[in-house]
């Protein structure tokens, strides 16, 4: 089993930047992708970004690229996303994930999920 809870979420105006902070603990070495994705009332969870644990390969939603940097600390065991100019779209609750076979953006493709961190911008 493997756990991850996030952090670092909140309220920000337009413009401004979060770093949201996903913890995980359990069986990490059974990891080989972690993820942000996010979902906003009454929309699809989408992926924001993933990156694989040796950090060979990122991926990036097309809404994330150039103002998200997804990164890790795998001596913490801890997955990071910077977000910056942040846009009211983004508002959302964001989940931090992992999964043990692949890598992407697509959520049905995680095993391991986090219980969310909510992300407002306001305009």
């Known amino acids: 089993q493997v756990q991850l809870v996030e952090s670092g979420g909140g309220s920000v105006q337009a413009g401004g930047s979060l770093r949201l902070s996903c913890a995980a603990s359990?069986?990490?070495?059974?990891?080989?992708?972690m993820g942000w994705f996010r979902q906003a009332p009454g929309k699809e969870r989408e992926g924001v970004a993933a990156?694989?644990?040796?950090?060979?390969?990122?991926y990036y939603a097309n809404s994330a690229k150039g103002r998200f940097t997804i990164s890790q600390d795998n001596a913490k065991n801890t997955l990071y996303l910077q977000m910056n100019s942040l846009k009211p779209e983004d508002t959302a609750m964001y989940y931090c994930?992992?999964?043990?076979?692949?890598?992407?953006?697509?959520?049905?493709?995680?095993?391991?999920w986090g219980q969310g961190t909510q992300v407002t911008v306001s305009s």
């Open positions: 994930a992992a999964d043990s076979l692949s890598c992407s953006l697509g959520p049905r493709n995680y095993r391991y």
């Open positions: 359990g069986y990490i070495e059974r990891i080989y992708c």
């Open positions: 990156i694989t644990r040796d950090g060979s390969r990122a």
